[in-house]
């Protein structure tokens, strides 16, 4: 019997630790972790609300969200690989050309 | 007991987290990140939502990973990150952080009592999402598989090789 806030506030928590490697972290695919984790505090948050309404739709929000999650990670990494390709290295501040 | 289990899983989860943060390599960000979904997976059994549990386990600490991890090796990176600006970022990162777990709490504050207990009667059994899936949210599935199928050509698009001409 754990009370539901507790989630919450570990998907808050979750949530501002994703921001802060976002902001911190200068190479891409580790931006793009960052981005994953966010996702994850909010698929937590969706849970936990769903627990509290006691209705499975958010659950059904969060099977979406973790498949919109496994396509988008499909083609971000494969636009990082061309990056890499063309400009030999995956940091954030290398890449400020519109066209490579 | 569950409170054992809750307060272990979101040690390890935050501590991942905070290892990914911290690790200088991508490989071991991408390993800690793999503990950090796999402890979010035993939350959201916590939280009556089995069948999401294996999902997050199966999809995310599996699959997503594993892909990350396959383009770490392709990249192969030896040279870490530079350290100039880093004092910058840190200081921009850590006051939007604070800022923005001031204003999160402050959202939900009124509310922090009424969200009740976990237990209780479950809501969460693979059946029930099953019935949902194919009944209430049909389109939004359709779309998916029309999104997957989209995502999957375009990435196998993006990363051929051209042919030399």
């Known amino acids: ?100 | 007991m569950g409170y054992f289990l809750f307060f272990l899983l979101a040690f390890i989860c935050v501590g991942s987290v905070l290892g990914m943060i911290l690790s200088k390599n991508q490989a071991h960000s991408a390993l800690f990140l793999v503990l950090a979904f796999a402890s979010l997976g035993g939350l959201f059994g916590l939280l009556d939502a089995p069948f999401i549990a294996a999902v997050q386990i199966i999809i995310y600490a599996g699959a997503i990973m594993v892909l990350f991890i396959f383009v770490i090796m392709m990249i192969n990176l030896e040279q870490g990150i530079s350290p100039e600006r880093k004092k910058w970022t840190l200081g921009l990162a850590g006051v939007l952080a604070v800022f923005l777990l001031i204003e999160l709490i402050l959202a939900i504050r009124g509310s922090w009592g009424d969200l009740g207990t976990t237990g209780g009667e479950s809501i969460g059994s693979p059946t029930e999402l099953g019935r949902l899936l194919f009944t209430d949210y049909l389109y939004p599935f359709e779309i998916t598989s029309v999104l997957i199928i989209a995502a999957l050509v375009g990435a196998i698009v993006l990363v051929k090789r051209k042919e030399k001409e």
């Open chain 1, 1 to 100: 019997m754990i009370p539901v806030s507790y989630f919450f506030i570990l998907s808050i928590l979750l949530f501002v630790l994703g921001i802060i490697a976002f902001f911190i972290k200068r190479d891409l695919i580790t931006m793009f972790m960052a981005v994953e984790i966010m996702l994850n505090a909010a698929n937590l948050a969706f849970i936990a609300l769903a627990k509290a309404a006691g209705s499975p739709a958010g659950q059904v929000i969060v099977f979406f969200v973790i498949t919109v999650a496994a396509a988008e990670a499909a083609v971000g990494l494969a636009i990082i690989m061309l990056v890499f390709r063309q400009k030999k290295s995956i940091k954030a501040e290398d890449m400020r050309l519109m066209k490579g």
